[in-house]
């Protein structure tokens, strides 16, 4: 199929295109205003640093700092732990939350040559989402030091009761749906262009059908 057919037929079927945006539009206005529920987050933040020199009054080196940075690219991958996932399960039973939905309300992160840790925790309820923060960041920490036999980890900031929900990204999922219409709606046109056999111009019958035209009958408005 040509292009230039299809930019024209994109072009002379516009109301399609114009139909389809705002239906799509609309849905997604429609989720994002009246089916969204707003979302909490809440973050506990933990320190990866060696507290028994702390402790002892001595200076850290530049080495120290370097494999508290190691600690927190392996300790990342042990907060997903089945172990440290249903122990938090079985504390929060009281929220029925179950290891499953609290694996999927969780997150840890950290920044690039950092020896901060953060617990994210996701929830209807902000309260929940707290709590949940909280309880992840404690029972990781149980486990690393259970594992380590050091105290390397600690809770640094605990997580606070969010008093706004999050930025629900409305604007952006919206256009996502018109975005979505258009795909669609030129989806339509070019499968109706494909499936369309008219031949529409002397040049379609060469390219086509190999042959050659010998005459053309001009269009007119006979009154």
């Given at each position: 199929m040509e292009i230039r057919r299809l930019l024209y037929s994109i072009i002379?079927?516009?109301?399609?295109?114009?139909?389809f945006v705002i239906i799509s539009g609309g849905i997604g206005y429609y989720l994002n205003i009246?089916?969204?529920?707003?979302?909490?987050?809440a973050d506990t933040t933990l320190f990866v640093l060696n507290r028994e020199k702390?402790?002892?009054g001595q200076a850290l080196s530049s080495q120290d700092l370097v494999f508290g940075q190691e600690l927190v690219?392996?300790?990342?991958?042990?907060?997903y732990s089945r172990?440290?996932?249903?122990?938090?399960?079985?504390?929060?039973?009281?929220?029925?939350i179950s290891p499953e939905m609290l694996a999927s309300m969780v997150t840890i992160s950290s920044q690039k040559d950092s020896n901060i840790?953060?617990?994210?925790?996701?929830?209807?309820?902000?309260?929940?989402?707290a709590i949940t923060a909280n309880a992840m960041a404690e029972e990781f920490t149980a486990m690393i030091r259970d594992l380590t036999k050091s105290d390397?980890?600690?809770?640094?900031?605990?997580?606070?009761?969010?008093?706004?929900p999050m930025p629900n990204n409305g604007v952006q999922k919206t256009f996502i749906w018109l975005m979505a219409g258009l795909v669609i709606a030129c989806g339509i046109i070019y499968i109706i262009e494909y499936l369309n056999t008219t031949v529409r111009s002397a040049e379609e019958i060469e390219s086509q059908l190999?042959?050659?035209?010998?005459?053309?009958?001009?269009?007119?408005?006979?009154?």
């Open positions: 002379h079927k516009w109301w399609l295109i114009l139909f009246f089916s969204n529920q707003p979302m909490y987050g702390v402790e002892a690219k392996q300790y990342s991958e042990i907060f172990s440290v996932i249903s122990e938090t399960s079985n504390k929060l039973a009281e929220y029925n840790l953060t617990v994210h925790a996701v929830s209807f309820d902000p309260e929940v989402a390397y980890i600690s809770i640094l900031d605990q997580a606070q009761v969010a008093q706004y190999s042959l050659r035209v010998i005459g053309i009958i001009p269009e007119h408005d006979i009154r």
